[in-house]
């Protein structure tokens, strides 16, 4: 896997990190388990337009965890406990960035201007190592 990530990549990466866990049917919809155990089934979309009949794209877990209200990208309190629970280190020589992000027991190192957005890498660089 190359080092540019898709936010479907990583916000699943997150999600896996935090416990969540999800799998797709065979019909399509997503059924989602949260880290406190809840199960639930969400995107159970219709897969044709009514009024053009045009087939619709299927749901992605990014949008099954999305109606589960799980946004590490835009949620600073689901960024947070993504640090907290996996014990990254912060950086910042402002508070308009740029931010720094990494993981010392692993050497994983984000950096960039969105705060989010390096949390979440650096937990997706060290999923992809650990699977």
Do not use: F
């Amino acid at each position: 896997m190359s080092e540019q990530m898709t936010d479907l990549e990583i916000t699943r990466a997150c999600a896996e990190a935090m416990g969540w866990r999800a799998w797709q049917s065979k019909h399509g919809y997503w059924n989602v388990t949260s880290p406190e155990g809840e199960d639930s089934v969400v995107c159970d979309w219709n897969k044709y337009d009514a009024q053009t009949g045009e087939k619709l794209r299927e749901p992605t877990i990014y949008d099954a965890l999305a109606e589960c209200d799980y946004k590490p990208l835009h949620d600073k309190a689901q960024a947070m406990d993504l640090v907290i629970k996996l014990n990254l280190d912060l950086s910042c020589k402002t508070d308009k960035g740029p931010y720094g992000v990494w993981a010392e027991h692993g050497g994983y190192v984000a950096i960039g201007d969105d705060l989010l957005r390096c949390i979440c890498l650096c937990v997706a660089k060290m999923h992809r190592e650990q699977a």
